[in-house]
């Protein structure tokens, strides 16, 4: 099965909107063992339309299409589609009394223009559509299909999973595939793909390996198709935690700080955090999950030296000789923070986030990243990043949490 995605509307092609719709459609479809070889976005127009239908319908065996559905004057895909299949619009008496019941439900009346939203091409197959009055629409021509759906993303979604997917399954049947996607941190992409290499290389030719890098993390996608393939699967992922161990920390969805808030709990400990270069970042991220009261007890956000000082009690000396940006006043103000809230951890970040500020002993992208223990001991390290700031700030806060679970699994 191969499929091609369309996606309808000048919004996406001026970038007033991005097209999130065809990223979420891709990874469902590849999900069900369906293979995605093309996305297309393009103008509402009839000619823009034929000449995309064209070439889907040459390339693929599925063509899902969104957008343009509408029950304005300047959504025309319907009556595009009509005039492709050769076809004509007639009113459909179900689809009238979905949009009776979400109108009613909505304290709306029915216009003449809603009404038409009823009248679909007589070739299609309808789709129910719960959540909105334009319907899906299901064409099938020369072994191929061509399905085309509402723009609008909650609507689009329930369509896919509850009536488009099973169907193409039970058309053109499914092939077996499996995936996992593995979460690292610590080193680059690069880096990474050196020290798996080996094993990259030595994987069977169904698998296949993808590198998935954002700041502050590699995501690794392992896929493999075929029948009986669970078990060398799952010996293959062993091989890879066996190969990077304190690399790997998550996968699929899995976030850092939710990780985190397990592990806290589940040993009754507590964090606190004194963050400069990152501004309050690392608490957002820490408190983005829900019950994070529970082990957070808070942080300060140490921007200027006055505040490191009166606040966190680093010493002025070690600011006038050694500079906010270094081993010594990062040390104090872990500390600091720690013995302010009285928790069992303590992070504290201190740098030059950029893009300007740095210097030939500091330049930009320059972090020191200390973590107070329960014992009193301080964990400090050194980072050279990049020279963009937001890239900066999250790479900071995702190593800084990477070396807390760490330390707090190994305690």
Not at 128 to 156: C, D, L, R
Not at 216 to 232: D, F, Y
Request: proline share 4%; glycine share 8%; net charge neutral.
């Amino acid at each position: 099965m191969k499929a091609e995605i369309i996606n309808i509307g000048d919004e996406i092609l001026i970038g007033q909107v991005v097209n999130t719709n065809a990223s979420w459609m891709a990874e469902k479809l590849y999900e069900s063992g369906i293979e995605v070889i093309h996305i297309t976005a393009i103008a509402d127009t009839k000619d823009a339309t034929f000449n995309a239908l064209n070439q889907a319908i040459n390339r693929a065996d599925i063509v899902l299409m969104t957008g343009g559905l509408g029950p304005t004057k300047d959504d025309i895909t319907k009556k595009c589609l009509c005039e492709y299949f050769n076809t004509k619009l007639v009113f459909y008496e179900e689809a009238y009394e979905n949009i009776k019941r979400l109108f009613k439900t909505r304290g709306f009346k029915i216009s003449e223009v809603n009404r038409q939203q009823a009248e679909l091409p007589e070739k299609a197959t309808p789709l129910p559509n719960p959540n909105g009055t334009a319907y899906g629409m299901w064409f099938e021509q020369n072994n191929k299909v061509i399905v085309s759906m509402p723009g609008v993303p909650f609507e689009m979604k329930a369509l896919l999973q509850d009536e488009i997917i099973p169907r193409i399954i039970e058309k053109f049947g499914s092939k077996k595939l499996l995936k996992r996607t593995i979460l690292t941190q610590g080193v680059g992409e690069s880096h990474l793909a050196e020290i798996i290499e080996n094993w990259e290389n030595e994987l069977p030719g169904n698998f296949k390996l993808a590198y998935l890098p954002q700041p502050g993390i590699v995501r690794l996608r392992l896929s493999a198709e075929g029948k009986g393939i669970e078990k060398e699967f799952d010996d293959q992922l062993e091989k890879l935690h066996q190969l990077i161990p304190d690399l790997i920390w998550g996968y699929e969805d899995d976030l850092l700080e939710e990780i985190i808030g397990v592990l806290l709990k589940e040993k009754k400990q507590s964090i606190s955090t004194a963050e400069s270069c990152t501004g309050g970042y690392i608490s957002h991220l820490i408190t983005s999950i829900p019950g994070s009261s529970e082990y957070f007890k808070g942080s300060v956000v140490a921007y200027s030296n006055e505040i490191k000082k009166k606040v966190l009690n680093v010493h002025p000396q070690l600011l006038a000789e050694f500079g906010a940006v270094s081993k010594e006043v990062v040390i104090e103000m872990a500390q600091g923070v720690k013995k302010l809230f009285q928790t069992d951890y303590a992070i504290a970040t201190s740098g030059v986030a950029g893009p300007d500020g740095g210097s030939k002993e500091k330049p930009v992208g320059t972090v020191w990243i200390a973590l107070a223990l329960p014992d009193g001991s301080v964990r400090v390290k050194n980072y050279l990043f990049g020279k963009n700031r937001e890239r900066n700030i999250r790479i900071t806060a995702l190593t800084a949490l990477n070396q807390l679970r760490k330390l707090i699994l190994r305690s």
